[in-house]
């Protein structure tokens, strides 16, 4: 079935250092992919999305480009800040167009000033 | 309208009982989905409707739960003889079939369950 993969963290970065965070998908056809943030005591908030190979997402800084070779939607931003610390989920939404949406384990970041 | 609401926020019940959490969908949404996310994990998914139809189930909805949705508009989820492997943070999300781009959903605070 369809999956979604994610580097483990916790990640922790200086302010204003360059963040990556890894995500790969499995799914059958071409799905929409998602990232989305929870910062804490917060309920999910989508960050950005990508509908079709080679789109990139970008929102706050941050982006992400839709790989089909790769299967990949890795999130990015060039200077991360303090105010960014929270847990970044990526997700897929299946080609079916229910909305469901399968998420990964998710990933703590964490900026230290 | 202020988004998906969730009630209640918290909820901590002792082994055995039942408990009920209702969402609130953004009032011209036709579609409410239901997660399950535990500590360290991404949200699972467990049931949705389109208005008032429940489309489809998780395997991990085991018979102790129940969702509904009578009149297309607020859910509930019901959890019957709760066990402490139901601790976990609940989630509703809803969204319009007439968006764009795959009918993104928007989530509601979530509902933490604490069974002790």
């Known amino acids: 079935g369809d999956s979604v993969t994610q580097m483990e963290g916790p990640v922790t970065l200086s302010e204003e250092a360059f963040l990556t965070i890894n995500c790969t998908y499995t799914?059958?056809?071409?799905?929409?992919l998602f990232w989305y943030v929870q910062y804490p005591g917060e309920g999910l908030q989508l960050l950005l999305k990508?509908?079709?190979?080679?789109d990139k997402g970008s929102n706050k800084g941050f982006e992400a480009t839709y790989r089909k070779e790769t299967t990949s939607f890795h999130l990015e931003k060039g200077s991360v800040q303090v105010s960014d610390s929270a847990v970044y989920f990526c997700?897929?939404?299946?080609?079916?167009?229910?909305?469901?949406?399968?998420f990964g384990q998710g990933t703590t970041l964490q900026v230290k000033p | 309208d202020t988004g998906v609401s969730q009630d209640p926020r918290h909820k901590i019940t002792k082994r055995g009982q039942n408990v009920t959490f209702r969402c609130d969908p953004i009032s011209e949404h036709n579609r409410l989905y239901w997660y399950r996310q535990t500590l360290g994990q991404g949200p699972e998914f467990l049931t949705y409707f389109q208005n008032e139809a429940q489309l489809e189930k998780s395997r991990l909805l085991s018979d102790r739960f129940s969702a509904e949705r009578p009149k297309g508009s607020f859910s509930t989820l019901e959890i019957q003889r709760t066990e402490q492997g139901d601790s976990a943070m609940y989630l509703c999300?809803?969204?319009?079939?007439?968006?764009?781009?795959?009918?993104?959903?928007?989530f509601g605070p979530g509902t933490r369950l604490t069974v002790l």
């Open positions: 799914a059958t056809g071409y799905p929409s």
């Open positions: 999300a809803s969204s319009s079939t007439q968006r764009l781009a795959g009918a993104l959903p928007f």
């Open positions: 990508a509908t079709k190979a080679d």
């Open positions: 997700a897929l939404s299946a080609i079916s167009n229910t909305g469901k949406l399968i």
